[in-house]
């Protein structure tokens, strides 16, 4: 039995962050930001990010050692909020501090807050003895339920709405309607980067970013954990500098550009789909996927 679990974070990044906000690793595990208050000079969620990534091959196993990380290693007045995902499990998990609590999603379509802890009432699994450091911090008096990021004046923004036509559950809402949710997205504030993770259980996942600066002008390409995957030279940072060539060519980019990239990703979009349905394992076929959708789409800044 298929089973396929499709996930997009909207979060519009500021630019001139670079990178670690979000990954995938080889086990089909992600793992993602969607907000935090930052901390430079102690373990943040960037770290948090590349740590989990490294050593963990289901959700179960990353929100485990994410919990035994903020145990360890928390440190008080930082704050952030996470997604885990891998075929089959979704998790969403707040830290304050030294504490954490984590909610589960069930299928369907889920508009994670940008701004605050995103667990609020709803905790599945938490730090041990949650409740009665709540109550030796103030922070709840033992009477009614526990509001996680209320306890740490970090509610998430209850008008925050769905960006773009939000999704019914009739099947219409499909890759392609992802990427244009997260460009109208960007529009409305500065955005740096987006990405997709379409993961499955029975065939190949596949990670859609767009490696370039103001989503609601960009495309997406294609990553695959193949056997050997390239990654082209123009999405590698230029000596002495943070920016790719990717994002100094995108940032040249004629308007009239956009109409013709779109098509492309399109295009893409169909064969990569087509392909990755007869062919449930990778081949040396896939090692230069995204490698040449890059190449393709900078004749067009040129």
């Known amino acids: 039995m298929l089973q ?20 995938s690793n080889e086990h089909n595990v992600s793992v993602a930001i969607t907000w935090t208050n ?5 373990l943040t969620a960037l770290d948090i990010v590349r740590i989990t990534l490294a050593s963990c091959d289901t959700a179960d196993n990353a929100l485990e050692r994410v919990g035994q990380l903020i145990t360890e290693h928390g440190v008080e007045d930082v704050k952030f909020s996470l997604i885990i995902c891998d075929p089959t499990k979704v998790w969403l998990v707040s830290c304050a501090g030294k504490l954490w609590a984590a909610q589960s999603l069930s299928e369907g379509y889920h508009h994670v807050p940008r701004n605050g802890l995103a667990v609020t009432t709803t905790i599945e699994k938490s730090s041990e003895d949650l409740q009665e450091a709540l109550k030796a911090m103030g922070c709840w008096d033992g009477e009614g339920e526990i509001d996680f990021a209320s306890c740490f ?21 499909a890759l392609a309607s992802m ?3 997260l460009r109208t997205a960007a529009q409305a504030t500065t955005s740096r980067s987006a990405t997709v993770f379409v993961l ?7 990670h859609w ?5 103001d989503t609601s002008e960009s495309v997406f390409k294609p990553f695959l954990f193949a056997t050997k995957p390239k990654i082209s030279p123009l999405t590698k940072a230029l000596a002495d500098n943070e920016m790719t060539l990717l994002h100094k060519l995108h940032s040249q980019r004629k308007a009239a550009s956009l109409k013709h990239l779109k098509a492309l990703e399109t ?26 959708c890059v190449e393709a789409e900078v004749k067009f800044y040129r």
């Open 4 to 23: 396929v679990l499709e996930f997009i974070l909207q979060k519009p990044k500021p630019h001139g962050i670079w990178g670690g906000d979000c990954g």
């Open 179 to 181: 990427f244009e949710t």
């Open 38 to 42: 930052s901390s430079a000079n102690n």
């Open 200 to 206: 499955c259980s029975d065939l190949i996942s596949c």
């Open 153 to 173: 004046n970090s509610s998430p923004d209850s008008t925050e709405e769905w960006s773009g036509p939000e999704p019914v559950g009739d099947g219409s809402y």
């Open 267 to 292: 295009a893409c979009v169909e064969e990569v789909s087509a392909y990755l349905a007869e062919h449930p394992e990778v081949n040396e076929e896939l090692d230069e996927l995204m490698k040449d």
């Open 209 to 213: 970013f767009t490696g370039t600066p």
